[in-house]
């Protein structure tokens, strides 16, 4: 090895390489998309302002309109007795497992869309 020479580059060597570059980069772009457009977000909030806007204008009074769900079969049995929890807290857990559920639909649809052959 001592006895070989140091091999120097080329003169327009960098010029190569930039040019290699460049031409690598001119594929096309990947444009960002989103899963969910500004008008739908825009609707969620909406109508989120709206529940809260109701819900302050006529959360005393009561009427019977709602539906109210039963989850007495889940706290009547033995394993429950020691764990208690609101109806709050249950109907937290039931809409983020549906919202959850919701999401990995719309996840799958739109990575099989964009890994389709």
Same mark, same amino acid.
């Given at each position: 090895? &001592?006895?070989? &020479? %140091?091999d120097s580059p080329s003169f327009d060597f960098t010029e190569k390489i930039m040019s290699q570059i460049a031409v690598s980069n001119s594929s096309p772009e990947t444009v960002y998309k989103p899963l969910i457009s500004k008008s739908v977000f825009v609707g969620i909030i909406g109508i989120l302002i709206? %529940? #809260?806007?109701?819900s302050l204008l006529y959360g005393n009074q009561t009427?019977?309109? $709602? #539906?109210? $769900?039963d989850f007495s079969v889940f706290y009547n049995n033995s394993l429950m007795g020691v764990f208690h929890m609101s109806k709050t807290a249950s109907y937290s857990i039931l809409l983020t497992t549906l919202f959850f559920w919701v999401q990995i639909s719309f996840l799958k649809n739109h990575f099989d869309k964009k890994f389709e052959v």
């Open positions: 090895m &001592k006895d070989q &020479k %140091l709206a %529940l #809260v806007g109701c009427n019977e309109r $709602f #539906v109210y $769900f």
